[in-house]
């Protein structure tokens, strides 16, 4: 059975870095086509893809944020960590981390439940 | 701004049929993916690539594609169905990822 769970600080101070962990089980990321993405959404906006990291350590982040965003993978340890540097109270969202099967076809057939961050002083 | 546009939000009588729809220019090059949200709860996929539904979800869901147009049908809509949907794919460069803005259908 394939899970993701998200991890991090449910609150951050403005300017803090922000660092999140996706620990997931059932799957390698390892395994040749495999990737690990991350995603948030605003309260009561669409969602938003922030950053993936592939198999081979590729790593791609959105055009927006990419100057904000670090992703990286501990495959001994089944982890995806993101961090997000000088957060604001925009940031404040429900960050998400889903599996990428196939990056070819690029869909996200399972996700974590989420985890909310607060952005305030 | 998102590269795929999608209708804001879409009625549909119960057990009626309804098409959502996703523009953008990449998808003549790209696969899309669609995904259902439940408020409060993470989204779910439901429909990917040319003709794929994952195992446990009903088959009165279906996709389509042609064009700069993808599709995600529901045929016999239920009350349950009612959610906020998002399509999913790569953007023109083919490097990033990209949603939809979402549509919210209520099923009446």
């Known amino acids: 059975q394939v899970t993701l769970r998200e991890s991090g600080p449910a609150l951050v101070k403005p300017t803090q870095t922000l660092t999140l962990t996706c620990t997931f089980s059932?799957?390698?990321?390892?395994?040749?086509?495999?990737?690990v993405t991350w995603i948030r959404q605003s309260p009561g906006k669409a969602l938003e893809w922030l950053a993936r990291?592939?198999?081979?350590?590729?790593?791609y982040y959105s055009t927006f944020l990419k100057t904000r965003l670090t992703i990286s993978k501990d495959t001994s340890k089944n982890q995806v960590v993101l961090t997000m540097t000088n957060m604001d109270p925009v940031d404040t969202a429900t960050y998400y981390c889903a599996r990428i099967p196939n990056y070819y076809y690029n869909y996200m057939d399972v996700w974590g439940k989420g985890t909310t961050v607060t952005v305030s002083s | 701004s998102s590269e795929l546009t999608q209708d804001p939000a879409v009625s549909v009588a119960l057990g009626q049929t309804v098409r959502i729809t996703c523009q953008g220019d990449s998808l003549r090059s790209f696969y899309a993916s669609w995904y259902q949200q439940k408020p409060g709860q993470a989204p779910i996929l439901v429909f990917y690539g040319i003709n794929n539904r994952p195992s446990g979800i009903p088959d009165r869901f279906s996709g389509s594609s042609s064009g700069n147009t993808a599709s995600l049908t529901l045929t016999g809509a239920q009350a349950e169905d009612e959610a906020d949907y998002y399509c999913?794919?790569?953007?023109?460069?083919?490097?990033?990822?990209?949603f939809g803005g979402g549509t919210k259908l209520t099923v009446l």
């Open positions: 990291i592939d198999w081979d350590d590729d790593k």
């Open positions: 059932g799957f390698s990321l390892s395994t040749s086509g495999m990737c």
């Open positions: 999913h794919s790569r953007d023109s460069s083919g490097n990033h990822l990209v």
